[in-house]
């Protein structure tokens, strides 16, 4: 059973000063496709710093942003970067794959029978014995006492009517999906190439 806790929150970026301290591999560099949106919202795209460093001297991206960290080696001093483009612009899959976490991502991570985040996994909505399938449309989030109450039966068999109907998303609306969703770490110089919503500082 797959036990997801997330809850929608607030993004916060963190600033620029604490740099000089980050250990280089605390210092992922935002990856951003040609039209310089992210290539993914979540899991957010990410690139460890050495891939970044590659990326830019194989020409594959143009660096936007820097960390003030820099890395050294005997011929070149160079500023981590933060956030890079590519330069050739990848088109996303129109559909998402059919997953279990894609499956809790469009519900964004609660139970489509009672909203509960906790001890989720996910019930076939008619039922294998009743010819239901394994897609999209008939495999919905749920969580354990739900599923154990549901059983073998029906939503309407069962009178547990679901809050919102399955359905086959596009990648546009899973990303959208995970954009209620995060990461800990942002960094201040992402902040322009992002659009959560973002708790301003007093």
Not at 163 to 175: A, D, E, F, G, V
């Given at each position: 059973?797959?036990?997801?806790?997330?809850?929608?929150?607030?993004?916060?970026?963190?600033?620029?000063?604490?740099?000089?301290?980050?250990?280089?591999?605390?210092?992922?560099?935002?990856?951003?496709?040609?039209?310089?949106?992210?290539?993914?919202?979540?899991?957010?795209?990410?690139?460890?710093?050495?891939?970044?460093?590659?990326?830019?001297?194989?020409?594959r991206v143009d660096?936007?942003?820097?960390?003030?960290?820099?890395?050294?080696?005997?011929?070149?001093?160079?500023?981590?970067?933060?956030?890079?483009?590519?330069?050739?612009?990848?088109?996303?899959?129109?559909?998402?794959?059919?997953?279990?976490?894609?499956?809790?991502?469009?519900?964004?991570?609660?139970?489509?029978?009672?909203?509960?985040?906790?001890?989720?996994?996910?019930?076939?909505?008619?039922?294998?014995?009743?010819?239901?399938?394994?897609?999209?449309?008939?495999?919905?989030?749920?969580?354990?006492?739900?599923?154990?109450?549901?059983?073998?039966?029906?939503?309407?068999?069962?009178?547990?009517?679901?809050?919102?109907?399955?359905?086959?998303?596009?990648?546009?609306?899973?990303?959208?999906?995970?954009?209620?969703?995060?990461?800990?770490?942002?960094?201040?110089?992402w902040r322009d190439?992002?659009?959560?919503?973002?708790?301003?500082?007093?």
């Amino acid at each position: 059973m797959f036990k997801a806790e997330l809850i929608e929150r607030v993004a916060h970026f963190r600033s620029a000063d604490d740099d000089p301290l980050r250990d280089p591999s605390s210092c992922p560099a935002l990856v951003l496709n040609a039209d310089y949106t992210p290539l993914s919202y979540y899991p957010l795209s990410l690139w460890p710093w050495q891939t970044a460093v590659k990326a830019v001297f194989l020409e594959r991206v143009d660096i936007l942003a820097n960390y003030e960290r820099e890395v050294h080696s005997p011929s070149l001093d160079m500023k981590i970067p933060s956030v890079i483009a590519l330069r050739q612009f990848v088109k996303p899959n129109e559909f998402p794959a059919f997953t279990r976490f894609n499956v809790f991502l469009r519900d964004r991570f609660s139970c489509q029978y009672c909203g509960s985040p906790k001890h989720l996994t996910f019930d076939h909505v008619v039922p294998r014995r009743l010819g239901g399938r394994t897609t999209w449309e008939n495999v919905a989030t749920a969580c354990a006492p739900c599923n154990l109450a549901k059983g073998g039966r029906t939503p309407g068999q069962a009178r547990m009517p679901l809050l919102t109907m399955p359905i086959r998303p596009t990648s546009w609306q899973l990303q959208e999906r995970g954009r209620a969703f995060p990461p800990n770490f942002l960094h201040e110089t992402w902040r322009d190439w992002l659009y959560w919503d973002v708790e301003l500082e007093a």
